[in-house]
């Protein structure tokens, strides 16, 4: 059984990005630039936004964050952050940003990402770069997505041919990761299931699965019945369990019971360390990308 460690991937994906920034250095280019705008104070968000500001360090980006604050007392509005969207918009010194999610519920998220510039987008989340990936063309691809597939390509594990099964058809992971690996070419070609709560027989689906990705947020949801021998099972699921042996009174599960399902894995992804790092490198690799369609190279 192999344990696909996402974590030294990263690092290698960021050490790779850091090398090409300096060579774009020497030659005059300024630093590729990403801000990101958090709104309120929730915990996870704030964890995520202080990761992806130490990974634009370790790439010899620069990078912003713009605090917006919202209480209950005194919600953030509505026009007062795409007022900030705006900006970063037309902001020339700024390749790419992403505006955290989860926004407080008052906010409309969707509108938040149709108001962002699609050649600024590199969560991918905006409509034009979903319907782009959906045909194939150039595009912003969601970053936990693309980092699925960087880690099965860097692994060796192929999906040709593959029978993959996603449970879990969030706009951020499960309809664009199908639609990555239904995709004709290198790490597609893929015959892909999309699982949900309207599935009926879920654990027949599931062990026919190939290679199983589970982001659906329900910590240990998939169990070793659901698993098939051999099987590659990529975890998505980072959810907050308490624990008040952690000093921070909680610990970080995944979708998948590990410790029973594991044995009867070809490979499998650990939580933490296995596709968290790589949602965060993917969005290093879309903001140098986003720097080089700025700059014409």
């Not at 192929?158 to 058809?169: A, E, L, P, Q, Y």
């Not at 982001?215 to 590659?232: K, S, Y």
Request: glycine share 10%.
């Amino acid at each position: 059984m192999t344990i696909i460690d996402g974590k030294q991937t990263a690092a290698t994906i960021k050490a790779e990005i850091a090398a090409e920034v300096a060579l774009l250095r020497e030659k005059g280019f300024r630093a590729p630039h990403l801000a990101a705008v958090l709104v309120g104070h929730d915990g996870g968000s704030e964890t995520y936004v202080a990761n992806k500001i130490k990974a634009c360090a370790e790439c010899g980006f620069t990078s912003t964050l713009v605090r917006l604050e919202s209480t209950d007392e005194n919600p953030l509005a509505t026009e007062r952050l795409l007022e900030e969207v705006d900006k970063l918009n037309c902001d020339p010194e700024v390749d790419g940003f992403i505006v955290q999610l989860p926004l407080p519920r008052h906010i409309d998220e969707q509108l938040v990402i149709e108001a962002i510039d699609p050649a600024k987008d590199v969560d991918g989340f905006h409509p034009v770069n979903v319907g782009k990936q959906s045909v194939g063309l150039p595009c912003f691809h969601s970053a936990t997505p693309a980092g699925i597939v960087e880690l099965l390509k860097r692994y060796g594990i192929s999906t040709r041919g593959k029978n993959v099964v996603i449970v879990g058809r969030s706009n951020i992971v499960g309809k664009p990761l199908a639609s990555m690996l239904m995709q004709k070419g290198e790490q597609g070609d893929a015959t892909v299931t999309v699982c949900h709560s309207a599935t009926d027989n879920l654990a027949t689906v599931t062990r026919r699965a190939d290679i199983l990705v589970a982001a659906l947020g329900r910590p240990g949801f998939i169990t070793e019945d659901m698993v098939a021998d051999g099987a590659v099972v990529i975890d998505v699921g980072t959810t907050r369990v308490p624990d008040a042996s952690r000093k921070s009174g909680f610990r970080l599960s995944g979708d998948v019971d590990y410790a029973n399902v594991a044995p009867k894995c070809a490979a499998i992804t650990p939580v933490p360390g296995g596709v968290g790092p790589m949602t965060i490198v993917s969005l290093m690799s879309n903001t140098l990308e986003a720097f080089k369609r700025n700059h014409g190279l």
